[in-house]
């Protein structure tokens, strides 16, 4: 395929189930026209790229291939979804110790291939992988991003949307901050409805500190309800993954959340962690630092203190 101005080529590594429900949403959404796919398997990969394309007559023309990481050289875009995945009872940070493992093997060769684009990582514990993401690459901080809380946050937007009964989430302006994972919060002191502060909304409709609570808990738990009935989850963050690559590859400075590297915003540093963010074709342009109440603010620098031990004890494990 010739290679022009508005050519765009996205390298995918992992073919799970969340890989490949990525693969399927760019294919669906028509976002980029040159689409690769790694994985140990590589029988699976020519199987799905012969399964993508034939979708393609359905949707947007693209050409989908099993790739290897040589092809990474002139990609725009590496989203890395490989990893152990999570298991029913496992934490996302029981996983760090044997993913960095993984993780050093996929970023070096794609580093060594001459890549330049930028890194969007989605295998967890994602604060984690991606924060050893720029430091196996070497990549400025801008040009590598964790999915975060984008997964997270959608499940607060649909829960919010049924509680207020208004039907579409998009209508919900509400964020989930901090750890993807336990110690990440719902961030309802910022949310709004309409412009309206949603707690200006809960306080009106007799919406009790308790009903809040519970929503958030089940927000924060619905992966492993889903892990329990099903094995996976994947269909949620494959969009959010395909989001987050529309908004790099059109260079739409859309605000979504994301894991970023935090250097000073929050009182927090040298941490990967959950937080709307600017997202363009440079990568992570601004962090949208949320205002956030006393107690929320307590709960970012709680989940930020847990990212760090456990990402120092997983790095120092490797040897790093």
């Not at 996205?10 to 949403?25: E, K």
């Not at 359905?58 to 875009?77: G, H, T, V």
Request: contains cysteine; hydrophobic residues 40%; negative net charge.
């Amino acid at each position: 395929m010739t290679k022009t101005q508005n050519h765009q080529k996205v390298i995918l590594v992992g073919d799970g189930a969340v890989g490949s429900s990525y693969a399927f949403a760019m294919t669906l959404q028509g976002v980029g026209e040159e689409f690769g796919i790694i994985d140990v398997a590589k029988d699976r990969t020519v199987g799905d790229a012969l399964d993508l394309e034939d979708a393609t007559p359905f949707a947007f023309p693209k050409r989908i291939y099993s790739a290897e990481y040589s092809d990474c050289e002139d990609a725009d875009l590496v989203v890395i979804t490989a990893g152990a995945p999570q298991k029913p009872g496992e934490t996302r940070l029981d996983l760090v110790n044997k993913n960095l493992n993984i993780l050093k093997s996929i970023v070096t060769p794609i580093v060594e291939s001459g890549f330049k684009g930028i890194f969007l990582v989605a295998a967890n514990p994602v604060d984690i992988l991606t924060y050893a993401t720029m430091k196996f690459s070497g990549f400025p901080k801008d040009r590598v991003i964790g999915s975060g809380t984008s997964l997270d946050t959608s499940r607060l937007r649909v829960a919010l949307s049924k509680l207020t009964d208004i039907n579409d989430p998009r209508s919900i302006h509400a964020y989930m901050m901090g750890e993807h994972g336990d110690t990440e919060f719902a961030a309802y002191s910022a949310a709004t409805v309409g412009g309206l502060p949603f707690l200006d909304w809960a306080k009106a409709n007799n919406i009790s500190d308790d009903q809040l609570a519970k929503i958030e808990d089940d927000v924060r738990n619905k992966a492993y309800e889903i892990i329990n009935k099903k094995g996976a989850t994947f269909y949620g963050i494959g969009t959010a993954l395909a989001r987050l690559s529309k908004a790099i590859l059109r260079d739409e400075n859309a605000v979504l959340p994301v894991s970023a590297y935090m250097d000073g915003q929050y009182g927090l540093n040298d941490i990967y962690i959950g937080t709307p963010g600017v997202v363009n074709g440079q990568g992570l342009a601004q962090i949208i630092e949320v205002p956030l109440s006393d107690v929320e603010a307590k709960r970012m620098t709680d989940s930020a203190a847990t990212l760090k031990q456990v990402l120092n004890d997983g790095l120092k494990e490797l040897g790093e």
